[in-house]
């Protein structure tokens, strides 16, 4: 069964400093890999998506991911944060078996921005 | 702007009274989920419709039902609500096909007194 871990459940950070979200998973076929934003009291924003080709992925907000296929990890990264980067964090997989694919999400990251 | 659009915002309802959540898209997606999200915690599929064939979770209670009218509208009805479905309830769309990303409502957030 596929499964996603997100291994740090809060993250506290300095503004402008870097920042890195961790996410692996677990699957035993090809997979497409999701991060989503979720602000206070709102739902769910794609923040960026590897489907195939180039393993670095280019998000908005000045966020990126690696995909690394060995480790089966896929870490979200932001070189200088922002207070308005505070939200919670989802990496998601979905296993492309079908032409519908379920989500997996994983627990979520909560990143807090400190002034 | 194209978007996925839950009413109520908020919902409070009284213990074991029926009530309904609304979402709808200008999306003109194929695929509408459910989910619910308590605290702290990743959102939790409860069904999805397949243009309009119904796929339930496997773990979600009998007490919450779904009606997709047509393509841009999708309602979740709970049918006795206890003090445990308290929760924010988001609304999700899709394309069709491998590898599409959703698309959410921003939700809402149901009260039970």
């Known amino acids: 069964a596929q499964s996603v871990t997100q291994l740090d459940s809060q993250v506290p950070v300095f503004e402008e400093a870097p920042v890195e979200l961790r996410c692996n998973y677990s699957s035993s076929v090809s997979v497409y890999l999701f991060w989503y934003v979720q602000y206070p009291n709102q739902g769910l924003q794609l923040l960026l998506k590897?489907?195939?080709?180039?393993?670095l992925v280019k998000g908005i907000n000045g966020f990126e991911a690696e995909f690394n296929k060995s480790q089966t990890s896929f870490h979200l990264r932001k070189p200088s944060v922002h207070i308005s980067d505070t939200a919670e964090y989802f990496c998601?997989?979905?296993?492309?078996?079908?032409?519908?694919?379920?989500?997996?999400f994983g627990p979520g990251t909560s990143l807090s921005v400190i002034p | 702007d194209a978007m996925v659009i839950q009413n109520p915002r908020y919902q409070v309802t009284q213990f074991g009274k029926p009530v309904t959540l609304s979402c709808s898209q200008t999306?003109?997606?194929?695929?509408m989920y459910w989910y619910q999200q308590k605290s702290s915690q990743a959102p939790k599929l409860l069904f999805h419709?397949?243009?309009?064939?119904?796929?339930n979770e496997a773990d979600t209670p009998d007490n919450f039902q779904s009606r997709r009218p047509n393509t841009s509208f999708c309602f979740l009805d709970i049918r006795s609500p206890g003090l445990g479905d308290a929760a924010m309830y988001l609304c999700a769309t899709s394309r069709r096909g491998k590898g599409q990303p959703q698309h959410f409502g921003d939700g809402t957030r149901l009260s039970i007194l």
């Open positions: 998601a997989v979905t296993v492309g078996k079908t032409s519908y694919d379920k989500v997996i």
């Open positions: 999306l003109n997606h194929n695929v």
């Open positions: 590897y489907l195939s080709g180039s393993t």
């Open positions: 419709y397949y243009d309009k064939d119904f796929n």
